[in-house]
């Protein structure tokens, strides 16, 4: 099965391992989208806004699908899922929190930025792969998104 949609899935993960992981888990559900990983919450705003390195990036390359951490370095995912909801650019782009952690906290401070969903990484590769290919099919294939504003 091949999933492909107009855009890139950005992927916002300073963990190597979590890294391959999702990377391992796309390739074996057959998802072809473009994946750009961002290693911090500050790489990822300027990935997003087309600034710093990023820079003159084509509106083209926006994302489909973002899915972001909490923890990480410069600008932790609380701050950047705010940033991207403040913004006409990136406000309906779909988020959802690809996470460790089970606090409260962080769920409801997840939704109250406007996560589209949080989900808990499972530790079982199977389990995650299974995750990976509901995501993606709902987000990228059935998942109706505004158009974009640049």
């Avoid at 997003?48 to 973002?66: I, Q, T, W, Y």
């Avoid at 705010?82 to 409260?104: D, F, G, K, N």
Wanted: with cysteine; glycine share 6%.
């Amino acid at each position: 099965m091949l999933f492909m949609s107009q855009g890139v899935i950005l992927l916002v993960e300073d963990n190597p391992d979590d890294e391959a992981l999702t990377r391992r888990a796309l390739e074996k559900n057959g998802i072809v989208n473009p994946l750009i990983v961002t290693r911090d919450g500050a790489e990822a705003l300027d990935f997003l806004f087309a600034r710093g390195a990023h820079a003159g990036r084509s509106p083209e390359g926006d994302p489909a699908l973002v899915l972001l951490d909490l923890n990480l370095p410069k600008v932790d995912g609380h701050k950047v899922l705010l940033e991207m909801r403040a913004q006409p650019r990136t406000r309906h782009t779909p988020v959802v929190i690809l996470t460790t952690s089970l606090h409260e906290e962080d769920l409801l401070r997840a939704y109250n930025a406007g996560c589209n969903s949080y989900l808990r990484k499972p530790d079982d590769f199977k389990e995650f792969t299974q995750t990976m290919q509901r995501l993606c099919g709902y987000w990228l294939r059935l998942n109706q998104t505004p158009p974009r504003k640049r």
